[in-house]
């Protein structure tokens, strides 16, 4: 049972526009969610977080969307850079401190 | 500060061996959790440990075990190998209080021939 979701195994955008990374979860009781980005040979590193209390929230190029409703939320980073090229994990988690990931994505940003 | 350390960086061992993964977590940290990443599965969760208890568990057999010491270190032990445990490890670590994000090493990556 994949309580995490990332449906979209790639992505390839050109640089500077717009990469949207979605993410769909099951369990309800997910209170937080997390973006990590992997590079290879590297293992993830944080990239930005977002409470359920919250729709929204902001580091510079990238914003997480939450929609609790819909059990979906999405990162969006603007403006894409090659540098941003790797696979992006989304993360959530409840009370405790285990982490679910989803699948990944893939995403390519080219000149 | 340092961040978080595994040992050894890669691994090749044949069926039926055991194996001993170490991961030295960022000071102060007292949560480390394991991760195992194998191509289009995403980061399958282990087990994580805190304070020397493990605190939570994934789905795998029982050949998949750890122990955390005093020093908040962490290993991680695989036995009876099997061709399908290869894949790239991962430990990550953390203050250990929900909703703070966890910081990974660079992974050990084993091959089981």
């Known amino acids: 049972d994949q309580q995490v979701k990332q449906n979209s195994p790639s992505l390839s955008v050109q640089e500077g526009r717009i990469s949207i990374l979605n993410c769909d979860y099951t369990?309800?009781?997910?209170?937080?969610f997390l973006w990590y980005k992997k590079y290879p040979a590297e293992g993830p590193t944080f990239l930005i977080s977002i409470s359920s209390i919250k729709d929204k929230n902001e580091d510079g190029r990238f914003t997480v969307f939450l929609n609790k409703s819909a059990k979906h939320l999405s990162l969006h980073i603007v403006p894409s850079q090659p540098g941003d090229s790797a696979v992006y994990f989304c993360?959530?988690?409840?009370?405790?401190?285990?982490?679910?990931f989803g699948t990944g994505t893939r995403l390519q940003v080219f000149p | 500060k340092a961040g978080v350390t595994q040992t050894p960086r890669y691994l090749i061992k044949t069926r039926g061996q055991q194996v001993t993964l170490s991961c030295s977590p960022i000071s102060g940290h007292r949560s480390v959790s394991w991760y195992q990443q194998t191509p289009g599965q995403g980061l399958q969760f282990l087990f994580e440990?805190?304070?020397?208890?493990?605190?939570n568990k994934g789905n795998f057999p029982g050949r998949f075990s750890g122990r955390q010491f005093s020093n908040s270190r962490s290993e991680m032990n695989v036995s009876t190998l099997e061709l399908g445990d290869s894949a790239l490890y991962l430990c990550?670590?953390?203050?250990?209080?929900?909703?703070?994000?966890?910081?990974f090493g660079p992974g050990t990556r084993l091959t089981v021939t």
């Open positions: 440990y805190f304070s020397e208890t493990q605190r």
């Open positions: 993360a959530a988690g409840g009370n405790t401190d285990k982490l679910i």
């Open positions: 990550a670590s953390s203050t250990g209080t929900s909703g703070y994000e966890q910081y």
């Open positions: 369990n309800s009781m997910f209170d937080y």
